[in-house]
């Protein structure tokens, strides 16, 4: 089985203040790992993900991620955060096989104090 | 851009009446997906579809659900006998491949009163 925990369901920072989202997986089998952000009242869109390969990964609006298997995290990082980046973020998780459903966490919402 | 379309974007109906929720997924992907957010809740997934059959259903996707493809294009969420606790947004998702990114809609919120 498949599951994620996101670590705070509320993160504030100030603008131009790092951004840290911390996630941890558990999957008895290699992951597929994404983070998705929810603007409100709006739909789901995909940051970046991590499927094979390099372990650092970029996604957009300057967000990126790091996948390290021996501490089942994948945190989401942000050098310097904007006031357009306040939303819900999602860390989800999946395994490569047919029509494999994605296990979202419990999401954490980010605030930037001006 | 290729995008996955939901409508309505807002369906209010009474309890005990039957809704049908529709999608259209993108183009060449073959996997359909449908997921639901209570209000305030995380995403929970109800069920993946693929060759015309349901892949998988999670455990809230009980008798009173079912999925359909009718066309070519369509991908709809049936909800028999509405309960308010069916009040939630409806998420539809699309993927070319099991277990790659998906593409989720906008979203229908549904209202059960």
């Known amino acids: 089985a498949q599951s994620v925990t996101q670590l705070g369901s509320h993160v504030s920072v100030s603008e131009g203040a790092l951004v840290l989202l911390r996630c941890n997986y558990s999957?008895?089998?290699?992951?597929?790992l994404f983070w998705y952000v929810q603007y409100p009242n709006q739909g789901l869109q995909l940051l970046l993900k991590?499927?094979?390969?390099?372990?650092l990964v970029k996604g957009i609006n300057g967000f990126e991620a790091e996948f390290k298997k021996s501490e089942t995290s994948f945190h989401l990082t942000k050098p310097s955060a904007h006031m357009s980046d306040a939303a819900e973020y999602f860390c989800?998780?999946?395994?490569?096989?047919?029509?494999?459903?994605?296990?979202f966490g419990s999401g954490t919402r980010l605030s930037i104090r001006p | 851009e290729p995008e996955v379309t939901q409508t309505p974007s807002h369906q209010v109906t009474q309890m005990g009446q039957e809704v049908i929720l529709r999608c259209v997924p993108i183009?060449?992907?073959?996997?359909f997906y449908w997921y639901r957010q209570i209000l305030g809740q995380k995403v929970e997934f109800l069920v993946s579809f693929y060759n015309n059959e349901i892949s998988e259903k999670s455990e809230i996707f009980d008798d009173q659900f079912s999925v359909e493809r009718p066309d070519g294009s369509n991908f709809t969420l049936k909800i028999r006998s509405t309960k308010l606790e069916d009040s939630a947004m409806y998420f539809c998702?699309?993927?070319?491949?099991?277990?790659?990114?998906?593409?989720f809609g906008q979203g229908t919120r549904l209202t059960v009163v």
């Open positions: 999957s008895s089998v290699p992951p597929y």
């Open positions: 991590y499927t094979t390969g390099a372990t």
């Open positions: 183009s060449n992907h073959l996997y």
């Open positions: 998702a699309s993927s070319e491949k099991g277990g790659s990114e998906a593409f």
């Open positions: 989800a998780v999946s395994r490569y096989s047919s029509a494999s459903k994605i296990i």
